[in-house]
């Protein structure tokens, strides 16, 4: 893993692209999905902010959709984190936390499905991921974890207990 969870910096992110699903690990700001919709919400506020496609993962890619999604997850393959890898992270995790310290760092923030056009988001913190997508796309502010496969909850272990709950 090249980025660890990092509450409300590097996101966990699941993606669903033709029906394959993936975790990936990354920098919160590669998940806006239309940067012109976030570039114009900043100028309506009369903020400029840096260009955030000329990171290397979304150079030229002003909206991230259908059109270029294979283009990106090339870029981001690097970032691609198995289940079992954060599951292993998460038990590591609950086993060195202290009493009163959350788990915050390893929620799964959104659901991206490129396949549906559809993005989930559970970010914690006032960056509504799901106001920045692109046109013909819905975007929800939702609790998604049921929709996760059971296979692919890395926060389930082997006794079918949720490792958040202990």
Known sequence: MILEPLYAENIIVA???NNEFRWY?????LWFLDYNKL??????LGVSIEDNDETEERN???VLDNENVEVFLQRINKY????????YLLLENIKSKHAGEDLLDFSPVLL????DKILYSMFPEPASYEDYVPKDWNGKYE?????????????IDEFNNNLFSL
């Open 15 to 17: 993606v669903i692209y």
């Open 25 to 29: 690990v990354t920098d919160k700001e």
């Open 39 to 44: 570039d114009n919400a900043y100028k309506n």
């Open 60 to 62: 030229g890619i002003k």
């Open 80 to 87: 691609n984190t198995p289940k079992e890898e954060l599951n």
């Open 112 to 115: 991206i499905n490129f396949d």
């Open 143 to 155: 609790d998604f974890t049921k929709l996760i496969p059971k296979s692919e909850k890395y926060w």
